[in-house]
């Protein structure tokens, strides 16, 4: 008899969003409308940083990063849910279930590291200005951008051995529109505690050491702005409120989900959507509406294609 009631989940079933339909119509147009717009733009701030040869300092090589783990991060989410928005049911294989969780870990961990290169770029360029180009050279960006990249596969590849080890045998209905890990660990037909408490260390701790580590440096590098000249100063105030707010839209939500126990709150929908879809595309925009050179270098090429 315990054979035949073991069954292995080959699929989950998405509960998406909301069960509304016209509010799920309302949330796939602006989800559109904002996708097809920001999107663009974040391919187009990669064009400009790799075409223009001023834009080659430290920080405009890791804002061109920035945008392209974004709009890739963009991609594991988005697409499916836009489509699972105008079906009737919502499913997703398991492998295709891991493979998202995979990406999903993967992108937003090296995102996460690519914040603190950031602010390790930040604090060399305004702290010890005469060394910057010694230390920050191409060579030594490209390390910390291996480096990143090591860390998020790291990262991912722990949380999906985890769950690979996990029985799923009955329910199949996962309470979001993608697939995560709070969400997954659930539906596992064991006790999950141990799990569940490496999950939250892997991503939860991570996340808040992080994230409480940049406000540190952040905050020491707002002490020594104040020693520099009027315009040096408010040029320093200006990249360093904008990596400021980046941190926490991207922080915010990642600690909300993952330092907390798996258990389900109203909120936690909204939050993922925020998480996935809108900061993720939001971040590289954000940093080049407050960057005159990126502005400037963006005007010039965008002139020079309408003339052509």
């Given amino acids: 008899m315990e054979t035949e009631n073991l069954t292995v989940v080959t699929e989950f079933i998405l509960l998406g969003l909301t069960q509304s339909r016209d509010i799920q ?3 796939f147009v602006l989800v559109l409308i904002f996708y097809l717009i920001i999107l663009p733009g974040n391919f187009l701030i990669m064009f400009t940083i790799r075409s223009d040869p001023g834009l080659t300092a430290p920080l405009y090589f890791f804002l061109g990063n920035l945008a392209f783990l974004d709009a890739s991060y963009s991609f594991i989410v988005v697409p499916r849910m836009l489509v699972d928005f105008l079906s009737e049911k919502k499913v997703i294989s398991y492998r295709g279930c891991i493979t998202q969780l995979f990406f999903l870990h993967f992108l937003g961990a090296g995102e996460m590291f690519l914040l603190v290169v950031m602010a390790f770029d930040r604090y060399i360029a305004i702290c010890r200005p005469l060394r910057y180009s010694t230390i920050m050279n191409p060579r030594a960006c490209y ?13 991912s590849i722990v949380q999906v051995a985890l769950i690979l080890h996990l029985p799923f045998c009955g329910p199949n209905q996962l309470d979001n529109f993608f697939c995560d890990v709070p969400q997954v660990i659930k539906l596992a037909c064991t006790d999950t505690v141990v799990v569940e408490l490496l999950m939250v260390s892997n991503s939860g701790l991570l996340s808040l050491l992080c994230f409480l580590g940049l406000l540190a440096s952040y ?46 709150f109203p909120a936690d ?13 939001m971040n590289p925009v954000i940093y080049t509406l407050r960057n005159q050179e990126v502005k400037a270098s963006m005007r010039k090429l965008l002139s020079q294609h309408m003339v052509c």
């Fill in 269 to 281: 929908k909204v939050v993922s959507l925020f998480h996935t879809v809108i900061f993720p595309l």
């Fill in 219 to 264: 905050a020491v590098i707002l002490c020594r702005i104040r020693k520099h000249s009027s315009e040096g100063k408010n040029k320093a105030i200006s990249t360093c409120s904008t990596h400021i707010i980046i941190v926490f839209l991207m922080f915010g939500p990642a600690i909300f989900i993952y330092t907390r126990p798996f258990q389900a």
């Fill in 143 to 155: 390390a910390l951008l291996l480096a990143l990249w090591l860390g998020g596969f790291t990262h």
């Fill in 25 to 27: 119509l309302l949330v």
